[in-house]
């Protein structure tokens, strides 16, 4: 069974950085896409940043391109998703999740992933 573990989350100020890590266990790491993805009170949870290491690519919602990025360590079984320039529209509860289905192809629907951590609170003081 996979575990998705996220920390790192926190209260931060408009314009500060924060990292955020999910601790995977129970399948192999790199074989699949993994993604980060937030959802903010009232909102749907909504794709960040999504890791294809079979594909080497990354891909990112335009909301969070240029300031957000995501990686891995294959060695810790964790992938990271570096948070700068953060602003209040950030604030959210961040989840990692992993697919059990695709290698390559870095999907934006939540129904394209199978496992999900608890998730991470992120808040962005103005």
């Known amino acids: 069974q996979v575990q998705l573990v996220e920390s790192g989350g926190g209260l931060v100020q408009a314009g500060g950085s924060l990292r955020l890590s999910c601790a995977a266990s129970?399948?192999?790491?790199?074989?699949?896409?993994m993604a980060w993805f937030r959802q903010a009170p009232g909102k749907e949870r909504e794709f960040a940043a999504g890791?294809?290491?079979?594909?080497?690519?990354?891909y990112y919602a335009d909301s969070v391109k240029g300031r957000f990025t995501i990686s891995g360590d294959n060695a810790k079984n964790t992938v990271y998703l570096q948070m700068n320039n953060l602003n209040p529209e950030d604030t959210a509860l961040y989840y990692c999740a992993q697919s059990a289905r695709t290698y390559v192809t870095i999907h934006r629907e939540v129904t394209a992933y199978d496992y999900w951590g608890q998730g991470t609170q992120v808040t962005v003081s103005s």
């Open positions: 890791i294809s290491w079979s594909a080497g690519s990354t």
């Open positions: 129970g399948r192999a790491f790199r074989r699949f896409v």
